[in-house]
């Protein structure tokens, strides 16, 4: 009987496969539960489609039929490249790309289907990438998707950070000892008497700064050497508000500045560390941090309490350190003849 059964289980499966086979198709032995986790996709994961004025396709390396074997992007950048998509996307209404509203939707932002659709991919292929759980997206599919969402140049390039990884992934561990100042860019700072100045590492650390930066602040001396760092004192000091008119914009613009040095290095232990201990300690900080934006080094204005001289408006600029990088001197300035610079003469006489 079991050798019957065995003989007519295996007519049925010949006759399976020559029905297949005559249909066009192939027949594939389904791996065992186990193993179906490690099985690769041989789907191609973009469409043809237009994004821009321009097509916009993509295939498999390697050619039809082949395994993509290119590597994994680092561990830690997936995971943030897919609530940077979650976050973008949630901003971004029907209204701003040109899609309209129906009176019955009551979801804000934009669908996955349709950034989807605006990036020229298939749905499958992009919630995979909010998920975590794609390959390394190919840097005309990060293109596309920065259009569809609308990015700026800054968040076209964190997308693109996210996306392929740290270029070394050295760079953390080259970080964890406080940098070099040059002494070309120390004799600079002393000689900078009238305006504020300090050098900073991309992860906010303040490494050296001027007499006029300690007297528009503090003497940053007077802090441990893990404490001298902007952000920290931004979001964890209690002088902070006080001595920054606009602690609102200074606090976002730092963790602007970090996310993205972050997504630069993000094999950094000492910018790991410091954003786990700025949301435990800070609440405003973790809600800016979720928010996902990121900005560069830029130019820009801040106003300052100071307990003597009173309101400061001061302009900024940072620039890169040569031969420190990615050291960056950040100078603080005040047009001629302004009750800042005034101030600021008198300040310098004075000391």
Not at 87 to 94: D, I, Q, V
Not at 315 to 336: Q, S
Request: aromatic fraction near 6%.
């Amino acid at each position: 009987m079991d050798e019957l059964l065995e003989r007519e289980a295996r007519t049925r499966k010949t006759r399976r496969a020559r029905s297949a086979k005559r249909a066009g198709r192939v027949t594939r032995t389904r791996p065992e539960p186990s193993l179906r986790r490690n099985a690769v996709s041989h789907e191609t994961p973009l469409r043809a489609g237009t994004v821009g004025g321009g097509p916009v396709r993509a295939t498999p390396s390697g050619g039809a039929g082949r395994a993509d074997n290119r590597r994994m992007a680092p561990s830690s950048a997936l995971p943030d490249l897919a609530h940077f998509l979650r976050s973008r996307r949630a901003r971004l209404t029907p209204e701003a790309v040109g899609l309209s509203r129906s009176s019955t939707r009551r979801l804000h932002g934009l669908r996955r289907a349709e950034v989807a659709a605006l990036a020229g991919i298939s749905p499958e292929y992009y919630t995979r990438l909010e998920q975590g759980r794609q390959r390394r997206p190919s840097p005309d599919v990060l293109d596309a998707l920065a259009t569809a969402l609308r990015l700026d140049d800054d968040g076209r390039r964190h997308l693109h950070r996210l996306g392929t990884g740290s270029p070394s992934h050295q760079a953390g561990a080259a970080t964890a000892t406080a940098p070099h100042v040059p002494e070309t860019t120390l004799r600079l700072l002393d000689s900078l008497t009238l305006y504020p100045a300090h050098v900073v590492t991309p992860m906010r650390d303040i490494v050296a700064w001027n007499r006029a930066e300690s007297w528009l602040l503090f003497d940053y001396a007077e802090l441990p050497a893990p404490r001298r760092n902007f952000a920290w004192f931004v979001f964890c000091d209690p002088r902070a508000p006080e001595l920054l008119a606009d602690w609102e914009k200074v606090a976002r613009g730092n963790v602007h500045r970090l996310r993205h040095a972050l997504a630069a290095d993000p094999h950094n232990e000492r910018g790991r560390r410091l954003v786990a201990e700025l949301t435990r300690q800070s609440s405003r900080f973790a809600a800016i941090w979720d928010e996902h934006d990121v900005r560069g080094p830029t130019t820009g204005s801040h106003g300052f309490r100071h307990p003597q001289a009173g309101r400061l408006d001061l302009d900024y600029a940072a620039y890169v350190v040569p031969g420190a990088r990615p050291l960056e001197l950040v100078v603080l300035t005040a047009e001629e003849g302004s009750p800042t610079h005034e101030a600021l003469k008198r300040a310098a006489a004075e000391r």
